[in-house]
């Protein structure tokens, strides 16, 4: 780091190695651009990109880099003493592992967005940090542009967290929202998001649910305070939802969505966390079944703060750059005033048996059109500790479609019924199950 000090009236200067240089990273650096002499007026820290990190030099970018060097040579950034903070935008686990390590470890701070990393091995990195004095910011990793982390991790620090419930993929949000308002089939929006660019030409990560997973994981960790990595939680996509599906929830009164659920479980420490990932039937009047196309909303609920929700665009290079920006100023001014906070370690979070976990649950089954079948039916449940909250029934020739929604149960009673029904003779197949938030 060069330049005056930070009561100087020249500012100082923070001289940054980028490592990747796609969209978000292109987004980044025609972001510090243009906010350059703002940001040095407001804050007194000059952010000069240094070097950027690329695969192929011949590449044409379309952005301009100033002064900036391109190279292909990650220790140019990671390793070099005219580096004072790293940024990595490149993505994937193994690789990246060691790049921010290596930065970590010759002291630099570094800001990155790659959730899958941080699901994998952030308390490893966590710990790196803390051992050499310097800071891994990480908001853009979990909502693109909502500022959630500085939310859970600063403002809401002090508040005792109960659950967070969030949107937290655009692509499965857009895909959701198209078959709810145009009835679409699951497979004419996928299309329609990957022409769009919003899903790619593999999307696997997105429905289902892996990236929603990645970043459950560190929703956990943050607002929970204990390590949970994306082993720890249970997922369920999109790729089974289908425009009958949509059809009987809006009729019923909620639409889909592809939440990331993450709780705090007990009444007194050491507590436990629960996070999941699956389809949700949300009731249409709570804030998340209003969050239409590629929109992220993160829904909080704190035992003194009550509820509140966080809306805004969750990916995309202009947002997620944003956010990096964010956290290259918060590293900057730590490395201009010497106040790096420094994130305490992290112990092992105690992961609620999935089983344990609780919700209430919509399931329809087909059943012989017979007198005494519903009272069978009705039995199974009673006799798992399943309570019906309510139950509409509609003839189709010979059977009957029976269409449930439960109070609150435990997975495994709800997993133990489906097994008993499924054994039942009268029961021609079971339908579509999905977890619900209960109205």
Same mark, same amino acid.
């Given at each position: 780091m060069t330049g005056m000090s930070a009561t100087s009236a020249s500012p100082t200067t923070v001289r940054i190695g980028l490592l990747g240089f796609g969209n978000v990273g292109g987004a980044l650096v025609d972001l510090i651009a243009e906010r350059k002499d703002d940001i040095a007026s407001l804050t007194g820290i000059d952010?000069?990109? /240094?070097?950027?990190?690329?695969?192929?030099?011949? /590449?044409?970018?379309?952005?301009?880099? +100033?002064?900036?060097?391109?190279?292909?040579?990650?220790?140019?950034?990671t390793q070099a003493d005219d580096i004072d903070l790293v940024v990595e935008l490149v993505g994937g686990v193994d690789a990246a592992r060691g790049w921010v390590s290596a930065a970590l470890s010759a002291g630099k701070p570094v800001v990155t967005g790659n959730k899958a990393l941080l699901a994998a091995h952030g308390r490893e990195l966590f710990d790196l940090a803390a051992a050499n004095g310097t800071e891994l910011l990480f908001e853009a990793s979990v909502a693109g542009g909502i500022p959630l982390m500085r939310a859970l991790q600063h403002s809401l620090r002090g508040e005792p967290i109960e659950r967070v419930m969030g949107i937290v993929n655009g692509t499965t949000n857009f895909m959701l929202s198209q078959m709810t308002e145009d009835g679409?089939?699951?497979?004419?929006?996928?299309? =329609?998001?990957?022409?769009?660019?919003?899903? =790619?030409?593999?999307?696997?990560?997105?429905? $289902?649910?892996?990236?929603?997973?990645? /970043?459950?994981?560190i929703i956990a960790t943050v607002a929970l305070g204990g390590s949970v990595t994306d082993a720890d939680v249970p997922v369920e996509g999109i790729s089974r939802v289908t425009a009958?599906?949509?059809?009987? *929830?809006?009729?019923?009164?909620?639409?889909? /969505?592809?939440?990331?659920?993450?709780?705090?479980? @007990?009444?007194?420490?050491?507590?436990?966390?629960? &996070?999941?990932?699956?389809?949700?039937?949300?009731?249409?009047?709570?804030?998340?079944a209003m969050?239409?196309?590629?929109?992220?909303?993160?829904?909080?609920? +704190? @035992? *003194?703060?009550?509820?509140?929700?966080?809306?805004?665009r969750g990916a995309g290079g202009a947002p997620t750059?944003?956010?990096?920006? @964010?956290?290259?100023?918060? %590293?900057?001014?730590?490395?201009?005033?010497?106040?790096?906070?420094?994130?305490?370690?992290?112990?092992? &979070?105690?992961?609620?048996?999935?089983?344990?976990?609780?919700?209430?649950?919509?399931?329809?089954?087909?059943?012989?059109?017979?007198?005494?079948?519903? %009272?069978?039916? &009705?039995?199974?449940?009673?006799?798992?500790?399943?309570?019906i909250r309510?139950?509409?029934?509609?003839?189709?020739?010979? $059977?009957?479609?029976? &269409?449930?929604i439960t109070h609150v149960?435990? $997975?495994a009673d709800m997993a133990s019924t489906l097994a008993e029904l499924e054994a039942l003779e009268s029961v021609v197949r079971i339908g579509a199950r999905y977890r619900v938030v209960p109205q």
């Amino acid at each position: 780091m060069t330049g005056m000090s930070a009561t100087s009236a020249s500012p100082t200067t923070v001289r940054i190695g980028l490592l990747g240089f796609g969209n978000v990273g292109g987004a980044l650096v025609d972001l510090i651009a243009e906010r350059k002499d703002d940001i040095a007026s407001l804050t007194g820290i000059d952010l000069q990109l /240094k070097r950027v990190v690329v695969r192929d030099l011949a /590449k044409p970018r379309p952005h301009d880099l +100033g002064s900036a060097e391109l190279t292909s040579d990650i220790a140019a950034v990671t390793q070099a003493d005219d580096i004072d903070l790293v940024v990595e935008l490149v993505g994937g686990v193994d690789a990246a592992r060691g790049w921010v390590s290596a930065a970590l470890s010759a002291g630099k701070p570094v800001v990155t967005g790659n959730k899958a990393l941080l699901a994998a091995h952030g308390r490893e990195l966590f710990d790196l940090a803390a051992a050499n004095g310097t800071e891994l910011l990480f908001e853009a990793s979990v909502a693109g542009g909502i500022p959630l982390m500085r939310a859970l991790q600063h403002s809401l620090r002090g508040e005792p967290i109960e659950r967070v419930m969030g949107i937290v993929n655009g692509t499965t949000n857009f895909m959701l929202s198209q078959m709810t308002e145009d009835g679409a089939d699951y497979a004419d929006v996928l299309a =329609e998001a990957q022409a769009l660019g919003f899903a =790619e030409a593999d999307p696997t990560a997105d429905v $289902e649910g892996h990236d929603a997973q990645a /970043k459950a994981a560190i929703i956990a960790t943050v607002a929970l305070g204990g390590s949970v990595t994306d082993a720890d939680v249970p997922v369920e996509g999109i790729s089974r939802v289908t425009a009958a599906d949509i059809a009987t *929830a809006k009729r019923l009164g909620y639409v889909i /969505k592809l939440l990331a659920v993450v709780e705090r479980i @007990g009444d007194q420490p050491p507590y436990e966390v629960a &996070a999941r990932v699956h389809p949700t039937m949300v009731p249409l009047d709570h804030p998340l079944a209003m969050v239409r196309g590629s929109f992220n909303a993160v829904f909080i609920e +704190g @035992g *003194a703060v009550g509820e509140l929700m966080l809306y805004g665009r969750g990916a995309g290079g202009a947002p997620t750059a944003s956010a990096v920006l @964010g956290d290259i100023i918060a %590293a900057a001014g730590s490395l201009a005033h010497g106040g790096v906070r420094v994130v305490p370690g992290l112990t092992d &979070a105690i992961i609620h048996p999935p089983e344990s976990a609780m919700s209430a649950f919509y399931l329809d089954l087909s059943v012989d059109d017979q007198p005494g079948v519903l %009272a069978e039916v &009705a039995g199974v449940f009673g006799r798992h500790g399943v309570s019906i909250r309510s139950m509409e029934q509609a003839d189709v020739g010979d $059977e009957a479609t029976l &269409a449930f929604i439960t109070h609150v149960a435990s $997975e495994a009673d709800m997993a133990s019924t489906l097994a008993e029904l499924e054994a039942l003779e009268s029961v021609v197949r079971i339908g579509a199950r999905y977890r619900v938030v209960p109205q």
